[in-house]
């Protein structure tokens, strides 16, 4: 596994996980249709959007630092919980073979 694209993977996943926590708390609150606040709504915006492209990003990385192009990350991503299990059982292709 290339470890440079292992740890930016974690680095997006952390943000998606901060981001997702953030999503949790809006949800817990009471809807308003018209928020008194627009910096509310905007911050609101633009946490959904981190969330959204932290776990793309992700995705990509960690499909790269697997040796696979980061778009497969991408198509991956696309199938979430089910293309995360199939991320996760992908073969290493960056394993080197020890010789016998």
């Not at 949800?27 to 905007?42: G, H, K, R, T």
């Amino acid at each position: 596994m290339i470890i440079k694209h292992k740890k930016t993977s974690l680095i997006f996943t952390s943000l998606w996980l901060v981001s997702f926590l953030f999503i949790i708390y809006f949800i817990s609150q009471p809807y308003n249709l018209l928020p008194a606040d627009s910096n509310e709504a905007v911050f609101k915006m633009v946490v959904f959007g981190a969330n959204f492209i932290s776990l793309l990003l992700a995705f990509c990385f960690y499909s790269k630092a697997k040796g696979y192009p980061s778009f497969l990350g991408f198509l991956l991503w696309a199938l979430l919980f089910i293309g995360f299990i199939i991320l996760l059982y992908l073969p290493d292709k960056t394993v080197e073979k020890s010789s016998s």
